[in-house]
Structure formats: structure tokens, C-alpha cells
């Protein structure tokens, strides 16, 4: 498709000039892809939520290359500063009081007065936004309530021709979206991700708590995002199964059991067990199971320690009907 270009710096000045100019970027993140508009332009935020189908009370990220530009959009504190020192760029976002002649888009931030900023560490997520010298909206670039993309052509499933262009860098390494800590009251996770609450408890030297996302807990959710079934292939997922039943895709993790033969074994999110090999292999692996050929999916237990507890989030939510 035209509007997939492969990375160079031709593209990257090209991407920015559309970004000024309003349009939609697909882009590589080391989380996931995002889909990219001027946060200062409503008209272009809200092209964004149009082309997702997203709700419009759910905020987005803003994405900068360099600390020293939220200087204007977020009021910071110690512990944002800690965070961010040790954590930037990575796949971290901070919500963080939004300042009141901030001119990040009001729809950007969904009329709240918080903003959620990142500082992404993919090289060409970097050199995008340092081009294009402007805050950047970004949710991942999927359809509303659908797997996050880790790969071009995922984007091109999920949005195709809704992009005005997609940059393709290649797999996002870590494939599980930031990890969202609001630090409007005491420190608290919002949505597990690619950074753990271990790596989060290391740098703050006190223990931190994950705003329990159960199914049941979802509508009194802080951050709107979480409020929905999301992350869900089109077929029925299964989780902590121990082996498929008769018609289903089976993903597992971890070395393949002895002694048990029958166990039907599609793909495996790491056969060596490793968790950020699993998180990486997720969302791709759920879309290529997502087959009408198969009537559900079922996946192996997920250790519910360091990435795994991101990747049992994503999980929970995608076995929601
Ligand atoms: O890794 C990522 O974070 C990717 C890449 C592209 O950066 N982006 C991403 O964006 O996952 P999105 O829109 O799919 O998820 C943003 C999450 C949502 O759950 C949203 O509700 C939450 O962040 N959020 C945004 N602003 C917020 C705010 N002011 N307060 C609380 N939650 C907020
Ligand atoms: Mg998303």
C-alpha cells in the first residue's frame, strides 16, 4: 500500500511536514505502534479519535522527544523528575497536572485537567518527534478496543487508508504498551506495562501500588482508558489453560510438558519461558490465532511476575465479551 514508507530520513522530514500540516503518522514505538497528530491541533486530535472509533472521554498520550519541552505543558514534581531521570526515554507515562495555559489540545486530554506525557526511546519515534518540534497525540494505532499493533502491517490491517502515512521501522521491540503511573496523589500504577513495578519501586525506594484492574473493579477505574473490554480478538479467548479443547488455538509459554503428547501446541509466546520474549510475541500472536478456522483461543497460564503481570492485564481483558 502507497502510504507504508520505509524509514529513511526523506520519510521522517516527510512524516513531520504532515504532522505540521495536521495530517495522521503511523509510527514505531519500542512499546507498540502509535498513530500520531499535532496535540496542539484539535481538528487533527480529533481525526485521531475518528479514525480509531475511540470514545472521546478517553484521553491520549503525549508524546515528546525531550523533558525540557513539558515544561509547558505539565506542572512537575520531585517525584516526576526521579522518575523521569531514570526512566526516560522508555515505555513509562506520567500523568501529571496539566498547566493551565497548556496548549496541548483540550480533546487531547479529554477535557481532564491531567495530561499523560511519554518520552519514547525508539530511534525513529525520537527523530519524528525532534523533527517535527511539536507535542504529539498518540494512542496505539489500532481500531478502538482492538490488539495493539507491533508491526507495519498490523496498522495496515486495523486502519489502512484512514493513516495519511505509515512509517515502517519494524517490530516494536517490547510489544506491550507504558506502563501509565499517575503521580496526582501518591504514586500509583494505572496500567501495567513495559516498565515493572519492581523497576518503579527500585528508583522511588518505596513500594507502589497497581490500581487492581479486575473485571469488576473496571468501572470506578481513574484512567478511562481501562474501562472497556479492549486488546480483544474477534474470537472467545480462554485463559490458564492447561491444553486447547477440540476446535481451538492453543498459545502456550514455556517448554512443551513431557509426557503429555496430545496437548495441541499452535504457537508459543516464549518456549523458553523468558517473559519479555512473551510480551514481544502477544499481540502478534493473538492476531494470527485470531482465524475463523479455530472457534476460540486458549493460553497457557502467564507467570504473574515482572512483564507478566502486563501481559495478564492484556489477557483479562481480552477474554472480556
Ligand atoms: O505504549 C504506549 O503507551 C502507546 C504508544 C503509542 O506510546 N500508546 C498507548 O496509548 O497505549 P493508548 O491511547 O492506547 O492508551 C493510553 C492510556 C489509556 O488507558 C488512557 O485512558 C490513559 O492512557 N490516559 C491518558 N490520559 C490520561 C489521564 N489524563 N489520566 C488517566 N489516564 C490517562
Ligand atoms: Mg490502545
Known amino acids: 500500500m502507497s502510504n507504508v514508507v520505509p524509514v529513511d530520513d526523506a520519510a521522517i522530514l516527510r512524516a513531520a511536514a504532515l504532522l505540521r500540516d495536521g495530517k495522521l503518522v503511523a509510527f514505531p514505538t519500542e512499546t507498540v505502534y502509535g498513530l500520531g497528530a499535532d496535540a496542539t491541533n484539535g481538528t487533527a486530535v480529533a481525526a485521531i479519535y475518528a479514525a480509531k472509533g475511540r470514545p472521546s472521554f478517553n484521553p491520549l498520550i503525549i508524546h515528546v522527544a525531550d523533558s525540557r519541552v513539558l515544561d509547558d505543558l505539565v506542572i512537575w514534581s520531585d517525584v516526576a523528575q526521579l522518575l523521569a531521570s531514570s526512566l526516560w526515554p522508555g515505555p513509562l507515562t506520567l500523568i501529571l497536572p496539566r498547566k493551565k495555559d497548556s496548549p496541548i489540545s483540550l480533546l487531547a486530554s479529554a ?40 508491526a507495519p502491517v498490523h496498522v495496515v490491517d486495523s486502519l489502512g487508508d484512514k493513516v495519511d502515512m505509515i512509517l515502517a521501522g519494524g517490530r516494536s521491540q517490547i510489544g506491550i504498551e507504558s506502563t501509565v503511573v499517575s503521580l496526582i496523589d501518591t504514586p500509583r500504577i494505572l496500567r501495567p506495562g513495559g516498565v515493572t513495578q519492581e523497576q518503579l519501586e527500585r528508583v522511588l525506594g518505596y513500594k507502589i501500588s497497581l490500581f487492581e484492574s479486575s473485571v469488576d473493579t473496571l468501572s470506578a477505574h481513574p484512567s478511562p482508558g481501562m474501562l472497556e473490554s479492549h486488546y480483544a480478538p474477534r474470537l472467545p479467548v480462554r485463559l490458564n489453560a492447561e491444553r486447547a479443547k477440540d476446535g481451538e488455538a492453543y498459545l502456550a509459554f514455556g517448554p512443551r510438558l513431557t509426557g503429555t503428547p496430545t496437548i495441541s501446541c499452535h504457537l508459543n509466546l516464549s518456549p523458553t519461558g523468558d517473559l519479555n520474549e512473551a510480551a514481544a510475541n502477544l499481540f502478534a500472536m493473538l492476531r494470527e490465532l485470531d482465524n475463523p478456522s479455530y472457534i476460540g483461543i486458549a493460553v497457557a497460564p502467564i507467570p504473574n511476575v515482572a512483564l507478566g503481570v502486563a501481559i495478564n492485564d492484556r489477557l483479562r481483558r481480552a477474554a472480556v465479551r
Open 111 to 150: 477535557g481532564l485537567d491531567t495530561l499523560a506525557v511519554r518520552i519514547p526511546s525508539h530511534p525513529v519515534a525520537q527523530k519524528l518527534l525532534r523533527a517535527v518540534n511539536l507535542p504529539i497525540a498518540a494512542p496505539s494505532a489500532n481500531a478502538s478496543g482492538r490488539l495493539s499493533p507491533t
